[in-house]
């Protein structure tokens, strides 16, 4: 498959998981999925420790996007037990996950193929 990702979007990524890890993100990860996937190249992984972090987390994601005049194309909250928001950007894809939905889903065993371009610990 070919790299359809621009630089540009790879440093994007790096810069807004720096932004959830300064901010108390946990475990925050960056995949590249250009190699494996094709509706989108990147996703940011982060765990929230509560429903007020994960809403803290998604503000700041979202005023990173629209400070870069980006769009989102889509976003989606878990619900009532708030264990899972997401903001999709086309090129990139932000999860900010409780720790119990990071658990269970273990997106990056899941996405296995696609390497860490970023990975930093609580």
């Not at 590249?32 to 996937?37: H, S």
């Not at 903001?87 to 999860?95: E, K, P, Q, S, Y």
Request: net charge negative; aromatic share 10%.
């Amino acid at each position: 498959m070919e790299d359809t990702a621009s630089p540009k979007t790879g440093t994007t990524v790096l810069e807004l998981a720096e932004l959830l890890h300064q901010h108390k993100g946990g475990r925050v990860t960056a995949l590249d999925l250009t190699q494996i996937g094709s509706w989108t190249d990147y996703f940011i992984i982060v765990t929230a420790t509560s429903s007020t972090h994960m809403r803290g987390l998604m503000k700041h994601v979202k005023e990173f996007i629209f400070e870069r005049n980006m769009e989102i194309l889509g976003k989606h909250s878990g619900g009532d037990d708030d264990d899972w928001s997401l903001v999709d950007c086309g090129n990139f894809v932000v999860h900010v996950m409780s720790e119990r939905a990071r658990s269970f889903y273990e997106l990056e065993k899941l996405w296995f193929q696609a390497p860490a371009i970023y990975s930093k610990a609580d």
